[in-house]
């Protein structure tokens, strides 16, 4: 059988070296094609910094409240018999709002009317007893210590019929307060006690929104609170109307934190408009002075980097971009406050920072037609 291996031996010399020149032409025909092969160039949202600004805003939600809310209960204990009003409720000064049960109330003032009555007797039998004795002490018949004797007795008789007059009233003011009643014009809140409850004297069981003027009440963290103070004007929007603006004033701030939630109250008082409800959610915003100028950037332009905070910002000539670092002063709901690192016109990558480095083409959306003619080629 035929073979390449024989084929070379009988193959002259000269045919060999045409052979094996060819193969060598071939593989360096291969070498020196050219193989283009594109740059990748990845696709940025940036975001462009605008001019540093010394100011910042605060805003905190809170809820809708009358100035002043009456936590109303009976005057005396007992049991609930009947509650008249319901939450929504308007109420007028006079009003009854629940009632208990009286009765025992009423036997005392049937006692003390009997006391009363007895001592209007005592106090006619000691007037009668010291008219004789002054009758006799004036005939010389009796001596001066009985008609004295006979003058305290009535006095006495006088002040026991005037104690008996005021146990009287004091039970009939005890009927009185089974009754429970409105003190001002205002609306039902919220019920704390029903029908068949047994509730002590003082014991909140309805309460009433006065009307007039309305607040908001807000939670405030000490390390804003000393931005808030007696009479600071400031922004109120309300969640359910987004045309509702009203400019509000700082009323009153809590001289302590809450033991909870370590947080200050702050009220804050608006103007009267038909439009305001109590309940309301309202949203408090204040502008404070920052100390030192910020700029402005979204959260997600924030990476980090060795351990330190930094964003990417982008070189318009080069189209590339560059780590650089930063100082953040806080954060927000609508991003972070820079004091440091970034300079008015800076254009920082906004999103998508986990897939940046150093130098890495980028291609910025305003900018597409420019970086297209940067494509290079690698040979």
Not at 38 to 49: A, F, G, H, L, W
Not at 291 to 316: C, F, H
């Amino acid at each position: 059988m035929f073979s390449l291996k024989t084929f070379s031996r009988r193959m002259p010399s000269v045919a060999r070296l045409v052979f094996v020149g060819a193969i060598g032409i071939g593989v360096s025909a291969c070498s020196e094609e050219k193989a283009e092969v594109k740059q990748v160039i990845r696709p940025v949202k940036v975001v462009e910094i605008a001019k540093a600004g010394d100011t910042r805003k605060l805003d905190y939600s809170g809820s809708v409240k009358a100035r002043t809310e009456m936590n109303l209960g009976f005057r005396v204990a007992g049991k609930i018999t009947e509650r008249l009003v319901d939450i929504g409720d308007r109420v007028m000064p006079g009003d009854v709002l629940a009632r208990v049960d009286a009765t025992d109330y009423q036997l005392a003032v049937k006692t003390a009317e009997a006391n009363l009555a007895a001592a209007e007797r005592s106090v006619e039998t000691a007037d009668l007893a010291n008219k004789r004795a002054e009758q006799l002490f004036d005939k010389s018949v009796a001596p001066k210590s009985q008609l004295e004797q006979a003058a305290l007795s009535h006095d006495q008789a006088i002040s026991q019929r005037d104690a008996a007059l005021s146990a009287l009233d004091q039970a009939k003011n005890q009927v009185s307060y089974t009754e429970l009643k409105a003190g001002q014009n205002g609306i039902v809140t919220s019920i704390n006690a029903d029908t068949g409850q047994v509730v002590g004297s003082g014991t909140a069981v309805v309460t009433v929104a006065v009307d007039g003027e309305k607040e908001v009440q807000i939670a405030i963290p000490e390390n804003d609170i000393a931005e808030f103070k007696p009479g600071k004007t400031v922004k109120t929007s309300f969640w359910a109307d987004k045309k509702l603006l009203l400019d509000g004033k700082v009323r009153e701030v809590s001289g302590s934190a809450d033991q909870q939630s370590r947080t200050f109250a702050v009220r804050v008082s608006l103007p009267n408009d038909p439009r305001v409800l109590l309940g309301m959610t309202a949203t408090i915003e204040a502008d404070v002075s920052t100390g030192n100028s910020y700029v402005s950037i979204p959260l997600s332009a924030l990476a980090e980097k060795d351990g330190k905070q930094m964003v990417w910002t982008v070189d318009r000539d080069t189209a590339t971009v560059h780590g650089r670092d930063i100082k953040v002063a806080d954060f927000t709901g609508d991003g972070v406050h820079v004091t440091e690192g970034l300079d008015t016109g800076d254009l920082v990558v906004a999103a998508g920072t986990q897939f940046m480095s150093e130098n890495l083409k980028v291609k910025v959306p305003d900018q597409q037609s420019a970086l297209a003619d940067t494509e290079q080629t690698v040979r």
